[in-house]
């Protein structure tokens, strides 16, 4: 075990201890933002040196090096007192106008808090993270590691709506869009930055110049509409190299869709909408008519479409409600193939985003400009001898060799075909459309279906009555 995972684990097991830490999102809103505060303290000192005049926003007694670095310091009472009542108050207080690394703290600190309640084992959290150099490469690199892990334990995210795209998938989708240096990416809904993360990774190896740099922070951005989220996306970033993360709090379907125009336009956009979600009321009428509905990841496909450049593309993952719903859905898929080229659907199997979900899912790609004349289907197999993924098993990105491999070279084979607009418009848009080149379902007909499933309801209802016989002859 390396350095950094025995810290992570000794944070975590302290905090169990402490009775203001409830649950694993406390717990790990706690944990990030006392990284942040060393990480953004690392930083500085790098800044120091690399611009010219640097000046940190953040007043000195309150600098993490002056009040935590001091494995001796501030502690018990004291310690809480200066979080609770100078620390947090001063940073959700900060002036943004001092500079842009004051936008980034105060943004951060707007609706985070400090859980913990006892002074002893906060020092004791304090002095683990100081182990911890970001300004070492090998101990970033590590931290992106632990930094997995952590956002694995948001089990409970799933209930709004919001699933952890596994790494694999993000890689994959970055992969066939192939962002080049200068083109503008955007992730609408963020989450943690994985979209954004790859698509940095994607792109180091463009970059060779101080002025490449400054072109790769300033075209990558991503909106995230909840704290959490934000944090963990902001932090992400900074351990990413990034000075600035251009991530802002904020929800892009609470803009009315007509005041987006030209300079708003996007070359690229990568996401995961949440979807199962549902926006609060009102934020529907900011959409036209056709297009209003509760169901957010349908506002975000409309907006979408709406964001991307001529000849931008679009990688986004999608339920298999929105292939086959009606409808709304039905007048967005419409628009979807009259405005873009949806050149292809990747059919993901069972299991990908568990423990999240077991809703399937399916990657679409588009480009903006053209309208779709043939949507090619590529069915994702399991691998030899796994029936489903799970949190210990998750799908891996050499199974996207596949896919990879048919991508520039397509025919069709036992995992691929394609559909004529034809064909897709006699079905009403229905874009949830079998693999033909497998066994068709042994299922029998609705009707028959029908008639089994009122045959067992009968015989429940029979063994129900029965039981209620007996316990009644009982009682008496």
Same mark, same amino acid.
């Given at each position: 075990m390396s350095n950094i995972t025995t810290n992570i684990k000794s944070i975590r097991d302290i905090?169990? =201890?402490?009775?203001?830490?409830?649950?694993?999102?406390?717990? /790990?809103?706690?944990?990030?933002?006392?990284?942040?505060? =060393? $990480?953004?303290?690392?930083? &500085?000192?790098?800044?120091? /040196?690399? /611009?010219?005049?640097?000046?940190?926003? $953040?007043? &000195? =007694?309150?600098?993490?090096?002056?009040?935590?670095?001091?494995?001796?310091?501030?502690?018990?009472?004291?310690?809480? &007192?200066?979080v609770n009542n100078d620390l947090f108050p001063a940073l959700k207080e900060l002036d943004i106008t001092i500079s842009p690394q004051a936008h980034i703290i105060r943004s951060v600190f707007d609706d985070t808090y400090n859980y913990m309640k006892n002074g002893t084992l906060f020092r004791q959290v304090i002095n683990v993270v100081n182990e911890i150099d970001f300004n070492n490469t090998n101990e970033r690199h590590l931290f992106n590691d632990i930094?997995?892990? $952590?956002? =694995?334990?948001?089990?409970?995210?799933?209930?709004?709506?919001?699933?952890?795209?596994?790494?694999?998938?993000?890689?994959?989708?970055?992969?066939? $869009?192939?962002p080049q240096l200068g083109e503008s990416v955007l992730d609408?809904?963020?989450?943690?930055?994985?979209?954004l993360t790859c698509t940095i990774d994607h792109l180091r190896e463009q970059v060779n110049t101080p002025k490449d740099r400054d072109i790769l922070q300033t075209s990558i951005r991503g909106i995230e509409k909840k704290p959490l989220p934000h944090l963990l996306c902001t932090t992400n970033l900074m351990l990413h190299g990034f000075d600035l993360p251009a991530v802002r709090r904020d929800n892009l379907l609470s803009k009315p869709y007509a005041d987006w125009g030209a300079k708003d336009k996007l070359d690229i956009i990568l996401t995961n909408p949440p979807?199962?979600?549902?926006?609060e009321d009102g934020t529907e009428t900011n959409f036209p008519q056709k297009f209003r509905t509760k169901e957010t990841a349908d506002l975000f496909m409309a907006l979408i479409i709406k964001l991307l450049k001529n000849n931008g593309r679009c990688a986004v993952v999608l339920p298999d409600g929105t292939l086959f719903g009606e409808g709304m859905k039905t007048r967005l898929k419409e628009e979807l193939l009259e405005k873009c080229n949806l050149h292809t659907i990747v059919r993901l199997p069972n299991g990908v985003f568990n423990p999240y979900t077991g809703i399937k899912t399916n990657l679409l790609f588009f480009e903006k400009g053209t309208a779709t004349k043939e949507v090619w289907y590529f069915e994702h197999p399991y691998p030899e001898g796994v029936v489903s993924y799970n949190k210990t098993k998750p799908i891996n990105i050499k199974e996207f060799n596949l896919e990879k491999a048919w991508w520039n070279n397509r025919a069709e084979n036992k995992n691929a075909w394609k559909v004529s607009i034809e064909e897709i418009k006699k079905r009403n848009y229905n874009l949830d459309i079998k693999n033909p080149h497998q066994d068709e379902d042994t299922l029998a007909s609705p009707e028959v279906l029908l008639e089994k499933f009122k045959a067992t309801e009968q015989k429940i209802s029979t063994i129900q009555d029965e039981i209620i016989k007996v316990l009644t002859e009982a009682l008496q």
């Amino acid at each position: 075990m390396s350095n950094i995972t025995t810290n992570i684990k000794s944070i975590r097991d302290i905090m169990r =201890k402490d009775t203001g830490v409830d649950g694993d999102a406390q717990r /790990i809103s706690q944990m990030v933002w006392m990284l942040f505060m =060393k $990480i953004f303290a690392d930083k &500085e000192e790098e800044w120091e /040196i690399t /611009i010219d005049n640097y000046a940190s926003p $953040i007043p &000195e =007694k309150l600098k993490w090096q002056n009040w935590a670095a001091d494995d001796e310091g501030l502690t018990g009472d004291a310690l809480m &007192e200066f979080v609770n009542n100078d620390l947090f108050p001063a940073l959700k207080e900060l002036d943004i106008t001092i500079s842009p690394q004051a936008h980034i703290i105060r943004s951060v600190f707007d609706d985070t808090y400090n859980y913990m309640k006892n002074g002893t084992l906060f020092r004791q959290v304090i002095n683990v993270v100081n182990e911890i150099d970001f300004n070492n490469t090998n101990e970033r690199h590590l931290f992106n590691d632990i930094y997995e892990t $952590i956002l =694995k334990e948001l089990q409970s995210a799933g209930s709004s709506g919001e699933y952890y795209t596994p790494r694999a998938v993000t890689q994959f989708m970055v992969d066939m $869009i192939n962002p080049q240096l200068g083109e503008s990416v955007l992730d609408p809904a963020c989450g943690t930055g994985g979209f954004l993360t790859c698509t940095i990774d994607h792109l180091r190896e463009q970059v060779n110049t101080p002025k490449d740099r400054d072109i790769l922070q300033t075209s990558i951005r991503g909106i995230e509409k909840k704290p959490l989220p934000h944090l963990l996306c902001t932090t992400n970033l900074m351990l990413h190299g990034f000075d600035l993360p251009a991530v802002r709090r904020d929800n892009l379907l609470s803009k009315p869709y007509a005041d987006w125009g030209a300079k708003d336009k996007l070359d690229i956009i990568l996401t995961n909408p949440p979807f199962g979600g549902v926006e609060e009321d009102g934020t529907e009428t900011n959409f036209p008519q056709k297009f209003r509905t509760k169901e957010t990841a349908d506002l975000f496909m409309a907006l979408i479409i709406k964001l991307l450049k001529n000849n931008g593309r679009c990688a986004v993952v999608l339920p298999d409600g929105t292939l086959f719903g009606e409808g709304m859905k039905t007048r967005l898929k419409e628009e979807l193939l009259e405005k873009c080229n949806l050149h292809t659907i990747v059919r993901l199997p069972n299991g990908v985003f568990n423990p999240y979900t077991g809703i399937k899912t399916n990657l679409l790609f588009f480009e903006k400009g053209t309208a779709t004349k043939e949507v090619w289907y590529f069915e994702h197999p399991y691998p030899e001898g796994v029936v489903s993924y799970n949190k210990t098993k998750p799908i891996n990105i050499k199974e996207f060799n596949l896919e990879k491999a048919w991508w520039n070279n397509r025919a069709e084979n036992k995992n691929a075909w394609k559909v004529s607009i034809e064909e897709i418009k006699k079905r009403n848009y229905n874009l949830d459309i079998k693999n033909p080149h497998q066994d068709e379902d042994t299922l029998a007909s609705p009707e028959v279906l029908l008639e089994k499933f009122k045959a067992t309801e009968q015989k429940i209802s029979t063994i129900q009555d029965e039981i209620i016989k007996v316990l009644t002859e009982a009682l008496q």
